[in-house]
Structures are given as structure tokens and as C-alpha cells.
Nanobody, 121 residues
Framework: QVQLVESGGGLVQAGGSLRLSCAAS????????MAWFRQAPGQTRELVAS???????NYGGSVKGRFTISRDNAKNTVYLQANSLEPVDTAVYYC???????????????WGQGTQVTVSS
């Protein structure tokens, strides 16, 4: 019913920047929130940033001040501007969203397939 597709990952040097995008598509009635998570090899998945329907943002402590989450409601898209990247930021970044579709009265949580971010030293 709903798909999330991430893009914008890649290889950057320490101190560089990336802009990740996540576009939601399908039978979307509304999106309650969108978020970015990441998972490094051998580690658990952690919240990077989130933004709710009112525009309220939330950041993980390790990225606050370096990363910025934003949204484009018309495009059902969320962005993550990642600046001052460090090797510890290397991970697969996953888009996450709670969506209400036209085919279902219930909200559901969806995940994208992830986009790789690699930061070299």
C-alpha cells in the first residue's frame, strides 16, 4: 500500500555533507510522522531524527547540531541534511514513517530499504 524509498547516500570524507531524501508513495491519506534511523555494523538501530505532523523535530544526541531534518508535505518527502560527518556516522540510514492509507483506517509504520552512508577518515 505504501512504500518508502531513500536516496542520497554515498561515500564522503570526514567533515563532508550529505543530503538524504525519503519519498513516501502509494495510497496515502496522511502521514503522522517521518523519521530517520541508522544502523551501523554490529550495532542496534537508533533514532537519528524525527519530525511529526506539526513540524516538531527530535534528534538523537550524537547528531544534534550537525544534522537537520525537514519535510515537504506536498511531496510526502522527508530530508536529512547531514553536515560535519564523522566516521562514527557510517551506517545504513533507514526512513521510517507512520502512515494512514486510503485503504485502511488504521495507521501503520513503514520502513524503507535503507541507504548506505560511509564516512572515511
Amino acid at each position: 500500500q505504501v512504500q518508502l524509498v531513500e536516496s542520497g547516500g554515498g561515500l564522503v570524507q570526514a567533515g563532508g555533507s550529505l543530503r538524504l531524501s525519503c519519498a513516501a508513495s502509494g495510497s496515502i491519506f496522511s502521514i503522522n510522522y517521518m523519521a530517520w534511523f541508522r544502523q551501523a555494523p554490529g550495532q542496534t538501530r537508533e533514532l537519528v531524527a524525527s519530525i511529526n505532523s506539526r513540524g516538531t523535530t527530535n534528534y538523537g544526541g550524537s547528531v544534534k547540531g550537525r544534522f537537520t531534518i525537514s519535510r515537504d508535505n506536498a511531496k510526502n518527502t522527508v530530508y536529512l541534511q547531514a553536515n560535519s560527518l564523522e566516521p562514527v556516522d557510517t551506517a545504513v540510514y533507514y526512513c521510517n514513517a507512520e502512515v494512514v492509507s486510503y485503504r485502511d483506517s488504521l495507521s501503520r509504520v513503514y520502513w524503507g530499504q535503507g541507504t548506505q552512508v560511509t564516512v572515511s577518515s
